[in-house]
């Protein structure tokens, strides 16, 4: 069975957690074909609608079905197979979404099938865009997963695969428990949902393994791993405020969510003392996103970056006596723009525009860590694929002026 993932605004980073989900290793397992677009060879269902909930990276996921000749007839043909196998009550709503560089036009394809439907006496509408995608709102707020179709034409080549859309990301949930939740630090700046789902990922834990994150904030990471199913958390921050702001968070999810099955555990303890409060070898993966440096005001960076990696050096340290041999830890490092530019990295970004800006970023001692590919060998070649020259994954937006770089690195 083939299914294609459309990955979200940083592909890298997308491409990064399907590879840990899957762990994938060769290339027979999946194809990078598009900059956004990862094709799964599997033998088995992957249950779409589950798995979105859990790749924070993931804009939609789908079954392809065909490989056909890039002509209307073969498109229209197959996308009848398609329509009629669905379910139909009430007034049928389809789409067309093309992720390809060839002129297609959609408009007669979409009439023919509109014309099928109505010789069918099916009531029909045909769901447009000014874009040849749908956006996931789009089909999410037209119910073409669950009362309609998307139907989904992939260039490959010179074929183009046909698909079908069986879920789109939940970005309605994710933004509740991102702006919902009764603890908030903007001050401070928190962390996305999406990208502690992804983080999480990158871990590659079990569920049932120990994960800690030692600068926990306002719970985000630990809150999202419970919904993700894992059962032994353990959460610890310098700062009362977000030990308290943390535990609510947690009550809350718990509460909104009925999570049963989680255990947590925080502390008020410096991350540069966790070997005093945790035992040595006792924490399978350690995810965290460190204080990054002030988030107002000017910045002096030469001095903050002094700073916070003398605090990461310590910090390292103790993430090495109390991880297990072989532990994963998943970890954000500050990216520091040195101009008031709002611009993305010429070289880290395939969106990137002709200026290049000046940054700044942290070099702690890995203190016996190694940093890990995110990406299978196969993977880490294409052109598409934009890693720094550590193998580290850059992840931000134009308008920040600091910037993620996120790390795997293991005992």
Not at 123 to 150: A, D, F, H, P
Not at 176 to 184: K, L, S
Not at 299 to 320: A, M, P
């Amino acid at each position: 069975m083939q299914y294609f993932f459309i990955l979200g605004n940083n592909p890298t980073l997308s491409l990064a957690e399907i590879s840990a989900v899957f762990d994938l290793v060769d290339k027979n397992q999946g194809e990078f074909i598009a900059p956004n677009i990862f094709i799964l060879n599997i033998n088995q269902d992957i249950q779409p609608n589950k798995l979105i909930k859990r790749l924070g990276g993931i804009i939609k996921i789908g079954k392809i079905y065909n490989t056909i000749q890039p002509n209307n007839k073969a498109i229209i043909d197959k996308g009848l197979d398609l329509i009629d196998k669905q379910e139909k009550q009430g007034k049928f709503k389809f789409g067309i979404s093309y992720y390809g560089s060839k002129h297609i036009n959609l408009k007669p394809i979409g009439m023919e099938i509109k014309k099928y439907l109505k010789e069918k006496k099916i009531s029909c509408r045909w769901i447009t865009s000014k874009e040849k995608t749908l956006s996931s709102v789009v089909v999410e707020q037209n119910k073409l997963t669950s009362k309609g179709i998307e139907i989904i034409l992939i260039e490959d080549g010179n074929k183009i695969l046909l698909g079908q859309t069986k879920t789109v990301q939940p970005f309605k949930e994710l933004s509740f428990r991102d702006y919902g939740r009764p603890a908030r630090d903007d001050e401070s700046g928190m962390l996305p949902p999406k990208l502690a789902q992804i983080m999480i990922n990158l871990a590659q834990a079990n569920l049932e393994d120990t994960v800690l994150d030692p600068f926990c904030g306002s719970g985000t990471i630990l809150t999202e791993a419970a919904l993700m199913g894992y059962k032994n958390l353990i959460g610890s921050d310098i700062s009362k405020k977000a030990v308290e702001d943390t535990k609510q968070n947690i009550k809350w999810i718990k509460d909104k969510f009925e999570i049963r099955n989680s255990k947590f555990e925080i502390y008020s303890q410096n991350a540069t003392q966790l070997s005093q409060t945790l035992k040595h070898n006792s924490i399978d993966a350690i995810i965290t996103e460190p204080y990054l440096g002030p988030q107002r005001g000017k910045i002096d960076i030469k001095k903050t970056v002094q700073e916070l990696e003398q605090l990461y050096n310590k910090s390292l340290t103790e993430f090495k006596k109390i991880l297990k041999p072989n532990g994963r830890v998943v970890m954000i490092w500050p990216v520091f723009l040195k101009t008031e530019m709002k611009v993305r990295f010429t070289n880290l970004a395939p969106s990137a525009p002709s200026v290049k800006a000046k940054f700044t970023n942290l070099a702690p001692r890995l203190n016996g860590f190694k940093i890990i590919k995110p990406l299978p060998e196969y993977l880490m070649t294409n052109k598409n694929i934009q890693l720094t020259p550590k193998n580290t994954i850059i992840y931000g937006r134009p308008e920040q002026r600091i910037w993620r770089e996120i790390v795997i690195l293991e005992k």
